[in-house]
């Protein structure tokens, strides 16, 4: 097996699929809850700061509870309502989208000839997965899935890159974590020893000289098919 790697995790949102193959059928949503997707961004953006300036209160005990009531504020809001909407509307209404959604070109290629090859697969998204991975056919063929959110933080805080390992029953160091977010996949998995391999976007900013570097960067599942398989 390449490089000792054991067991191969991925990221779901785009990284699995491309993002804009959501992101079309969001648009009348995008349009009609623009403030409550506004607010919801910049709670996360405010949660991962947190994340990193503030240590001791992550993993947090409530993530959803906490992530509404930042949310409520940017919105002069009640918590309970917010709560509410955002598992309504985003999480639980996001889901059916999936059922339209394909995976990347030799995505499940991929994950079938791993699966046969002997590699233990998993995955960790910072939204829930379970139901996405269903509607897109793929939900089949993991021995792990996690969502940092019910871990208690967002990636990249090294929490659930752990416990993903622990599900995984390998050390980090044998595992490869797939992702296309440099900051949140590729430095959250470094960081906890893991080897990582990222999906580059185009066009990418390459890292900086004090970063980690991917063991591998790739822009199609076939290179990483090549890398890992043959």
């Not at 030799?106 to 829930?128: I, N, T």
């Not at 379970?130 to 871990?151: A, H, P």
Request: charged residues 25%; hydrophobic residues 40%; glycine residues 6%.
């Amino acid at each position: 097996m390449q490089n000792n790697i054991q067991g191969v995790a991925f990221d779901l949102d785009g990284t699995l699929y491309p993002n804009y193959r959501l992101n079309i059928r969001l648009l009348p949503f995008i349009i009609k809850e623009w403030r409550l997707l506004a607010a919801f961004g910049k709670a996360r953006n405010f949660i991962r700061k947190e994340q990193t300036e503030n240590k001791s209160i992550f993993p947090h005990a409530d993530f959803y509870t906490y992530q509404a009531e930042i949310t409520a504020k940017f919105l002069s809001a009640k918590t309970e309502i917010i709560k509410e909407k955002i598992d309504r509307l985003m999480y639980r209404g996001w889901e059916p989208l999936f059922k339209k959604v394909k995976v990347y070109k030799g995505a499940r290629d991929l994950l079938d000839e791993l699966h046969k090859s002997g590699f233990k697969l998993g995955l960790l998204s910072d939204f829930p997965p379970e139901r996405k991975l269903e509607y897109m056919d793929i939900d089949n063929c993991w021995d792990s899935v996690l969502c940092s959110e019910t871990c208690g933080a967002l990636k990249p805080h090294s929490v659930s890159f752990i416990e993903l390992a622990k599900e995984m029953s390998l050390p980090p160091e044998n595992i490869l974590y797939v992702g296309n977010s440099y900051s949140y996949d590729v430095e959250g998995a470094a960081a906890v020893g893991m080897k990582t391999a990222w999906l580059k976007p185009l066009p990418c900013s390459c890292p900086g000289k004090k970063s980690p570097v991917p063991d591998f960067s790739f822009t199609s599942y076939r290179q990483l098919y090549k890398f890992l398989l043959l």
